[in-house]
T-cell receptor
Framework: KNQVEQSPQSLIILEGKNCTLQ??????????LRWYKQDTGRGPVSLTI?????NTKSNGRYTATLDADTKQSSLHITASQLSDSASYIC?????????????FGRGTQLTVWP | EADIYQTPRYLVIGTGKKITLECSQT?????MYWYQQDPGMELHLIHY???????EKGDLSSESTVSRIRTEHFPLTLESARPSHTSQYLC????????????????FGPGTRLTVL
């Protein structure tokens, strides 16, 4: 069964600190993995995308890693800001259908305190 | 920011009412999607469309219906709303070009928060 599991479920950190969010998946055949940021009451916004051959992708203070062998990904946030408070969702796409099915994790709710 | 719009943003209605949630995109994308999301839970696909006059049901059973008469427009309708329909509804679109890095890049609208009393 294709699944995406994220940990931790929630995380509280102080402004300026770093943090790392985890994602494990069983989606096969694998196409790509994305990290989305979803602010409360808003739609998800894409942060990074990685295909099978990529193991690191950065977007400003966000750095995603992918280990396709162990089917694990992480999102590292550097020097956190209050605006980083949001849900971070790991999304894996398969290449087994023309629809391009997406499999969503439940997200990690990050809260940054001043 | 993606050019995909949803209205209304918030809706509170009584049981039994008929409602239509609007979704429009200006990117010329062929594929469009409707997701349902409850707090702290993952997004569930309820409807999708490959293009004009094409609609399919998603993974999660839903009493809603959709139509795709124009490329840019993908409305979702509930004929008789019930409290169990209370949720956030997210619309998305993608160009779905197979083989391109952007394959399956789905752009999301801001969502409609529906409350049925």
């Amino acid at each position: 069964k294709n699944q995406v599991e994220q940990s931790p479920q929630s995380l509280i950190i102080l402004e300026g600190k770093n943090c790392t969010l985890q994602c494990n998946y069983t989606v096969s055949p694998f196409s790509n993995l994305r990290w989305y940021k979803q602010d409360t009451g808003r739609g998800p916004v894409s942060l990074t995308i990685m295909t099978f051959s990529e193991n690191t992708k950065s977007n400003g203070r966000y750095t995603a890693t992918l280990d396709a062998d162990t089917k694990q990904s992480s999102l590292h946030i550097t020097a956190s800001q209050l605006s980083d408070s949001a849900s971070y969702i790991c999304v894996v796409s398969d290449r087994g259908s023309t629809l391009g099915r997406l499999y969503f994790g439940r997200g990690t709710q990050l809260t940054v305190w001043p | 920011e993606a050019d995909i719009y949803q209205t209304p943003r918030y809706l509170v209605i009584g049981t039994g009412k008929k409602i239509t949630l609007e979704c429009s995109q200006t990117m010329g994308h062929d594929k469009m999607y409707w997701y349902q999301q409850d707090p702290g839970m993952e997004l569930h696909l309820i409807h999708y469309s490959y293009g004009v006059n094409s609609t399919e049901k998603g993974d999660l059973s839903s009493e809603s219906t959709v139509s795709r008469i124009r490329t840019e427009h993908f409305p979702l309708t509930l004929e008789s709303a019930r409290p169990s329909h209370t949720s956030q509804y997210l619309c998305a679109s993608s160009d779905g070009l197979a083989g391109a890095p952007s394959y399956n890049e789905q752009f999301f609208g801001p969502g409609t928060r529906l409350t049925v009393l």
